[in-house]
């Protein structure tokens, strides 16, 4: 076992830049598309070997790691070693060959630096330029005894590391669009004289609803050449409004929990245990603080399947409050096409991966919004293939008819 090759992993999976981590030292399974068959014979694998696959500021990147000392990396192939320029161009041969698991680059960490001659021809021959990223220091450490004495581990400092990004297409299709795409994607749902009105704060508890809704950038009617892809949104799926709107979340909890179980079990049924255990941990786990640090400062969007399930859920089973919290938080949200993302959609659709869940979450793919979801079977299933995915959980609450 390389622990200094250990080391360094763990060290890049402490970046706080670093999400939605899939796989880690594992081989990705690959399944190549039509288009993708002529390329080399190193993409003719059925898996690649990589050492991180995860998301990198809201891009699905691919990390390679390397702690070799440097000297010792040689450009070309020889009887001894394969070649920094063979294993490279199998990788990107690989990220060619496949849409679900495409990464929008690739990242190579050389812990111990890399020479001149090697950092120019990855320059010069696959278009490597230096990630402009800052790492922050290890906290990682630890201590063992050794016959009867402890011996402390000092994690390296990497000071010497080099760190280079190869974009693995110079244009990218399906994760930032042009101008004119961006805006055809948007719908403005509601009447320019709604968009941003200011929401009621008598219908969350302690003013917590309108608190959250007023952390989050305001929606008006501006035009929407002002919007791009480099926004800070933030995707909600339909779990995630009901969780806000839902009576448990704005006061209702405890009252819940006081009334008779014969009444709540006629009232709730099926769902009693399931309601029963939500009211709890709001008591303990206030949804709209929880919810606070992912929405403030973001921009809120929901994609056309989203709004309308969210309209059905709330006119069949919401209460006057829930309808009116729902009709608010609809206020604060941009609208957006479903336009799920290539890679996304891509996946076979089973019953774990259905349709309409891949096209919720595709959608914010496509924006490079990480999905506010207690839909955590989706993003298990997503994960299982091999593709970082940046969703945020949150715990589950229901509509009660408040």
Known sequence: VNLGHLEAIVYILQQPFITAVSRVCKPLPLSFSSKHKTLSAAASLNSIHVHIVCNLNKNPVWVIVSDRNPNY????????????????????????????????????FFSNGLTIFNHQKLKDEFGASKLALEFSDSDFDFAEETEGEWVHVIPGMYKEACVLEIKVDHVVNNVISSEHEVKDSFLNVFPPEHQGENVNPNLGSSNSFSALLSQMKKVESTKMED????????????????????????????????????ELRHRFKGNYDFVIAQAMSELQYPIHANLSAAVSGKRGIICESVLSEFKELVLMCGGANEKHRADQLLKCLLVVRDSPSERLIGLPTTRKLALKNKIVFGTGDYWRAPTLTSNMAFVRAVAQTGMSLFTIEHSPRALTGN
């Open 73 to 108: 990396i040689t450009w070309h192939s020889n009887n001894k070693t394969k070649g920094l320029k063979s294993r490279i161009q199998q990788v990107l041969d690989a990220a060619k060959s496949t849409n679900t698991l495409r990464p929008y680059s690739i990242i190579l």
């Open 227 to 262: 919007f791009s892809h480099d926004d800070d949104f933030i995707n909600f799926d339909t779990t995630a409004l009901i969780a806000i709107v839902s009576g448990i979340s704005n006061g209702c909890a405890e009252e819940l929990l006081n009334k008779p179980e014969v």
